[in-house]
């Protein structure tokens, strides 16, 4: 066994290849241009040898005769673990060519396979596999599990290691490390954002599945980045799909470690990937390269990285667009010369067509960005909040002060309200298309200020849709999906408090928001049936008086639970509005828990969690 390189600034940073692309000095450049410093960021590293060395032993021990097979070695070393996947030497890019149909997800359910069934999600709701790479992990799945088994507790969902796990494989061996390390990340249990995921690394390994695999992956926040996968511009087969059919369906995902004996370059963006694969295969000598030769180009660009050998690669300070990108094609194997470029037309597209995707790419790095677009949505929400404390001041709550805009700062309101609704909108449509436990994981980060929000703001748009005359049923009518999904997930999170509201709940009831969002339109429904109660026909009575004993419930049980605001109290509130309506109609003999609270006027005593 190779001697294990260092790995100490890897195990520094602690973060995988691809997101060095977010840092401070690396966002500054297009992504294109920056993964120049990345690949040889990656080569210091001394990751790649170190999955070269596991991979070559590993192919040491192989029968050359061996029937189609898959074989791993797991080697524990102080600084990382790695797992090393080999296939016969039978696995040929004949063979993955035979076997290169696409295998859906859900055909794998119907075959009792669903186990990456957890990766499709509403906006995605299947993908597909190559059958040559499915079939080898299928038919090794018993052994494949003994081994998942050995570094992975799958009652905790933690990972048995203390150290950084690397994943690696040559060729379709690349393809099951890729199908092992995706059944890990969608395993492993991230109790914290400290936990070492896995980091799969692959030599010349063709594409793994179609657009729909791609989609999946890059739906979960960071999975993407962590797949490394090299492809040395003399290796045919990580091009074999992309060479072989006149409309590809298998498409990239991960970052990719373009290479040849001139330099490197990582490219982290699925279309400019694809052009490369297309762009940068060597016409002259395609064949199918071997762990051996991919070890000597590293070791190769490791000596050229030490020497600076070559002084236009590896210097941070970056050319302009277009010369930055001929001399990155240059350093992975695509032979340009000024002459060349003058009357090879493929070269100038390849160029130009790179160009604009990366000016595109500035164009939208331009917009507002995450940070900036969510401190916005701070102040709107603490513009509510002010608005809410001075409608309260002027003794009418804020519902119904923005039903009946009463004041001028009822109108802006409306420009808060649109600008928190499109940005919640649109986060809860992203988590929705989220794979199932990528999306539960994600809407736990946020569900507290979800429901703030929804608790704030859809009380106002109960009050825009009831202040339209003959307006009825805004559960069926006029709900927005986002508040239904919203409720729904907060609802599923966290079960409602059993029994008497805790103390703290109690204490600070007077600036709670009312906890059902929905509140204000069970109240303007109850109006409308205290209006059938008194004038409708026979018929319409009774159902009213059904509905409003259900209603006088609801409001008992909210208030039981300290669940409402106390603002719903205020003398010019709909709900003091309703109970005046009600007293008129109801007979004095009726006695309810609701009606002997607000008779005796025990509400007074609600805001200080003393009723």
């Known amino acids: 066994m190779n001697e294990v390189p260092s790995l100490c600034l890897w195990k520094e940073i602690d973060i995988p290849p691809a997101a060095f692309l977010s840092t401070p000095r690396m966002s500054q450049f297009p992504q294109f241009i920056s993964g120049l410093d ?24 192989a029968n050359p005769n061996q029937q189609l097979s898959v074989r791993h070695k797991l080697v524990r070393q102080p600084n990382c673990t790695t797992i090393a ?85 040559h060729s379709l061996g690349g393809s099951i490390a890729s199908l092992f390390t995706l059944w890990l990340l969608d395993t492993i249990k991230r109790t914290s954002n400290r936990i070492k995921l896995p980091l799969c690394i692959t030599f010349g390994s063709p594409l793994l599945g179609d657009q729909g695999l791609q989609r999946a992956i890059s739906e979960h926040s960071k999975w993407n980045t962590f797949f490394l996968h090299v492809a040395a511009n003399k290796d045919l087969v990580p091009r074999i799909f992309s060479t072989s059919q006149p409309s590809p369906r298998c498409k990239p995902f991960g970052t990719f ?3 040849s004996e001139l330099g490197c370059n990582c490219v982290d963006d699925p279309e400019v990937v694809s052009m490369l694969l297309r762009s940068t295969i060597s016409q002259v000598s395609a064949e199918e390269m071997g762990i051996d030769d991919y070890s000597g180009i590293v070791k190769r660009l490791k000596a050229r990285l030490i020497l600076r050998e070559d002084s236009q690669l590896g210097q941070p300070v970056l050319p302009p667009l277009r010369l930055g990108i001929i001399l990155q094609l240059k350093a992975i194997g695509v032979d340009i010369t000024a002459e060349q470029q003058q009357q090879n037309n493929s070269i100038n597209d390849l160029i130009s067509e790179l160009e604009s995707h990366e000016n595109r790419r500035a164009q939208k790095m331009k917009s507002i960005d995450g940070v900036e677009k969510l401190n916005r949505v ?29 004041f001028s700062s009822d109108n802006d309101v409306t420009k808060h309200k649109k600008l928190l609704t499109n940005y919640w909108r649109k986060l809860v449509e992203d988590a929705e298309r989220k794979p199932q436990k990528e999306g539960a994981y994600m809407r736990e980060t946020w569900l507290y200020a979800g429901t703030n929000y929804r608790r704030m703001v859809e009380p106002l748009d109960i009050a825009e849709y009831y202040r339209q005359k003959g307006k009825r049923d805004y559960q069926t009518n006029g709900r927005s999906k986002h508040y239904i999904l919203l409720e729904q997930w907060q609802k599923e999170h966290a079960e409602k408090l059993a029994g008497a509201p805790n103390d703290k709940k109690k204490q600070n009831v007077a600036g709670n928001l009312t906890e059902d969002s929905c509140f204000w339109m069970n109240v303007e429904e109850a109006l409308i049936f205290c209006k059938q109660l008194k004038d409708g026909s026979d018929e319409e009575k009774q159902s009213a008086r059904e509905r409003l004993n259900v209603f006088e419930q609801y409001v008992m049980d909210e208030i039981n639970n300290y669940a409402v ?22 007979e004095t003999s009726h006695d309810s828990p609701l009606s002997g609270f607000m008779k005796n006027c025990r509400y007074c005593q609600y805001e200080k969690g003393q009723f």
């Open 257 to 259: 470690f373009f290479c």
């Open 378 to 406: 701070k102040i709107k929400m603490a513009c509510l909040e002010w608005y809410k404390k001075d409608c309260k001041a002027r003794g009418i709550g804020y519902y119904d002060s923005y039903k009946n805009l009463y």
């Open 85 to 169: 996947f080999a296939t016969s030497p039978l696995c040929t890019k004949d063979h993955i060519l035979q076997g290169g149909d696409l295998v859906s997800s859900s055909a794998l359910k119907e075959e009792g396979f669903p186990l990456f069934e957890s990766l499709c999600s509403e906006g995605n709701p299947s993908f597909s596999v190559h059958r040559a790479a499915i079939n080898l992990f299928k038919a090794y799945f018993q052994e494949l599990s003994l081994l998942r088994n050995q570094i992975h507790d799958s009652k905790t969902g933690e990972l048995l290691l203390n150290s950084q796990l690397i994943v690696t494989g």
């Open 38 to 61: 990345l690949a040889n960021l990656v080569v210091s590293a001394d990751l790649l040898q170190l999955s070269c060395g596991a991979i070559r032993d590993l192919h040491a021990e």
């Open 565 to 586: 605001s106390p603002e719903i109290f205020l003398g010019k509130s709909s709900f003091m509005n309703w109970w005046k309506d009600f007293q008129e109609i109801i």
